[in-house]
């Protein structure tokens, strides 16, 4: 059922108290434009702006988290980790920022621990929640206004499924520009999304 209902504002409040002693200002604000590209986002497609919402804000919980302290938390939850994610354990504070929400938030909605966890590498299967924050994520008005990131913010409103591809191949070529080590579910990302970007965003089960 589609609803256009906030998160709680109490939950709200608690996050941004941990985010301000844990993040630096800068990524803070960040975090909450996120947020507000989320819910414009989760409202144009109908879907549960509170879920989309709580994903969105608590995305980055784990950005600022040492080497030492993702890969403690990769080895407590008995993950097998990529050689990408050994050689860079920052890639980690995805999946790791999902352990906080669970464990500190007592979040449990998967859709919202998913798309956590997915907001950077994405993955070939997100639901259109996981959509939105990967999307938010990388195009929020910080990310600059080039005619590039102009046109995927339009598209991001248009086929949320055609963004995600368009979005992971802007991704791969500023890593391939920069002779950046790829993650190989980056690449699942695009395979996955390749085929399915013509198909409509509304079909999905998460709204
Ligand atoms: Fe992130
Ligand atoms: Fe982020």
């Not at 990524?27 to 919402?53: D, F, K, N, T």
């Not at 920052?90 to 790791?96: G, R, S």
């Not at 963004?163 to 993650?183: G, M, W």
């Amino acid at each position: 059922m589609t609803t256009s209902l906030l998160m709680s504002d109490t939950l709200r409040e608690d996050v941004l108290q941990w985010l301000k002693q844990e993040v630096p200002e800068k990524r803070l604000r960040h975090i909450l434009r996120v947020e507000e590209m989320a819910i414009a986002l989760a409202q144009h497609h109908g879907l549960s702006v509170a879920l989309v919402q709580q994903a969105g804000l608590m995305h980055d919980l784990a950005k600022c988290f040492p080497p030492k302290q993702l890969l403690a938390v990769a080895e407590a939850e008995g993950w097998t980790l990529d050689p990408a994610e050994v050689a860079c354990p920052h890639l980690l504070h995805a999946p790791v920022g999902a352990v906080v929400a669970r464990d500190t938030f007592g979040v449990s909605d998967e859709r919202v621990l998913k798309a956590i966890s997915n907001h950077t590498l994405g993955s070939p299967d997100m639901d259109a929640i996981s959509c939105v924050v990967y999307l938010a994520d990388a195009l929020e008005p910080g990310r600059g206004d080039t005619l590039k990131l102009q046109r995927l913010r339009d598209q991001s409103y248009r086929n949320l499924q055609g963004a995600v591809y368009e979005t992971c191949v802007f991704s791969l070529q500023h890593l391939l520009e920069n002779r950046r080590p790829i993650h190989p579910r980056t690449i699942l990302t695009h395979n996955g999304f390749l085929n399915a970007r013509h198909c409509q965003h509304s079909v999905d089960s998460a709204a």
